[in-house]
């Protein structure tokens, strides 16, 4: 009898992800948009929407910092911040980064609704 109740996790809190897997996800999908982006504009059915990263777009170098490099520079520098400083994830910060998450997925279910498209219609 004891072997059938022996087996408490199903009880156990749900897996809470660091804060730094968070942030690294978060800078994954960042990079996913980026490259999905580039690859439907490099078609020529598809032009950026945002005028700024439109512009960006001219100056690849710029444009590889602005979308890479900055973004893994500040994941990072946020990451140590939180390790030296010895800060708890708070509510804010988790609504901040699950927006963030929430924001490039649909950005990417669009980019995946264009993919199809593109590869559907020739």
């Not at 439109?54 to 979308?67: D, G, S």
């Not at 490099?69 to 010895?86: N, Q, R, V």
Request: proline share 3%; hydrophobic share 55%.
């Amino acid at each position: 009898m004891s072997e059938l109740v022996s087996d408490y996790r199903v009880f156990e809190k749900p897996r809470q992800y660091g804060f730094g897997v968070k942030l690294f996800f978060l800078y994954l999908l960042n990079v996913a948009d980026w490259f999905c982006t580039q690859t439907l504009i490099d078609t020529g059915r598809f032009q950026e929407a945002n005028p700024l990263m439109a512009w960006l777009m001219e100056y690849p170098i710029v444009l590889f910092f602005v979308k890479c490099m900055l973004p893994l520079a500040l994941s990072i520098f946020i990451w140590l911040f939180y390790k030296i400083f010895k800060l708890e994830q708070n509510k804010f910060t988790n609504f901040v980064i699950y927006a963030g998450v929430i924001i490039y997925t649909a950005v990417i279910i669009v980019h995946i609704v264009n993919f199809v498209i593109l590869y559907t219609t020739g």
